[in-house]
Antibody
Framework: QVQLQESGPGLVKPSQTLSLTCTVSGGSIRSSSYYWSWIRQSAGKGLEWIGL???????NYNPSLKSRVTLSVDTSKNQFSLKLSSLTAADTAVYYC?????????????????WGQGTLVTVSS | EIVMTQSPATLSVSPGERATLSCRASQSFSSTLAWYQQKPGQAPRLLIY???TRATGIPARFSGSESGTEFTLTINSLQSEDFAVYYC?????????FGPGTKVDFK
């Protein structure tokens, strides 16, 4: 059974950069069937997809956050990471990492079949 | 960006009854929709993908359907563990987007 676990600081100051890591266990991050996503959830904006990364390092970002987001992957550690810069209070949210099943039948598909438990990040001075 | 809306915001149901949840998209697409269940303090859990295919381990009382731009999640014979918030998510276009959720609570 695959498991994902987020780690990182729970409190970050405004204007700083948030760094979170997701460790994958019970499966390989190199699997060709999956991308790896970050999703956040706040009271104000609900669930918001941030971006995804493939084991090769290929990425796709939500345009609303693209200028501030960087995703990276470390296949040797079975981990992928999120950096979000220029933080404001609006970035306060629970951040989830999620395995993203992808492929194509009649159309492309990308859905989130396993999620981490989430980590609350508060942006405050 | 495709905007997803869900109705109702809250649905009050008694155990054993049927719950019908609706999800609409701002653009037309077919099948590229998933449903998730979220309980307090937990991450969302995948229920349905491809609009109507149950994910592994999901009971048969959960079913999904689509008609035009409207997608429906039906929960037959609601069990106590089904009281939760349900979200739809489209993956037809980038960026992927979620609906605001429907809370299913006790009547």
């Amino acid at each position: 059974q695959v498991q994902l676990q987020e780690s990182g600081p729970g409190l970050v100051k405004p204007s700083q950069t948030l760094s979170l890591t997701c460790t994958v266990s019970g499966g390989s991050i190199r699997s060709s069937s999956y991308y790896w996503s970050w999703i956040r959830q706040s009271a104000g904006k609900g669930l918001e997809w941030i971006g995804l990364i493939y084991s090769s390092g290929t990425t796709n970002y939500n345009p609303s956050l693209k200028s501030r987001v960087t995703l990276s992957v470390d296949t040797s550690k079975n981990q992928f990471s999120l950096k979000l810069s220029s933080l404001t209070a609006a970035d306060t949210a629970v951040y989830y990492c999620a395995r993203t099943r992808w492929g194509r039948n009649s159309s492309w598909y990308h859905y989130f079949d396993y999620w981490g438990q989430g980590t609350l990040v508060t942006v405050s001075s | 960006e495709i905007v997803m809306t869900q109705s109702p915001a809250t649905l009050s149901v008694s155990p054993g009854e049927r719950a019908t949840l609706s999800c609409r998209a701002s653009q037309s697409f077919s099948s590229t929709l998933a449903w998730y269940q979220q309980k307090p303090g937990q991450a969302p859990r995948l229920l349905i993908y491809g609009a109507s295919t149950r994910a592994t381990g999901i009971p048969a009382r959960f079913s999904g359907s689509e008609s035009g731009t409207e997608f429906t999640l039906t929960i037959n014979s609601l069990q106590s563990e089904d009281f939760a918030v349900y979200y739809c998510q489209q993956y037809n276009n980038w960026p992927f987007t979620f609906g605001p959720g429907t809370k299913v609570d006790f009547k």
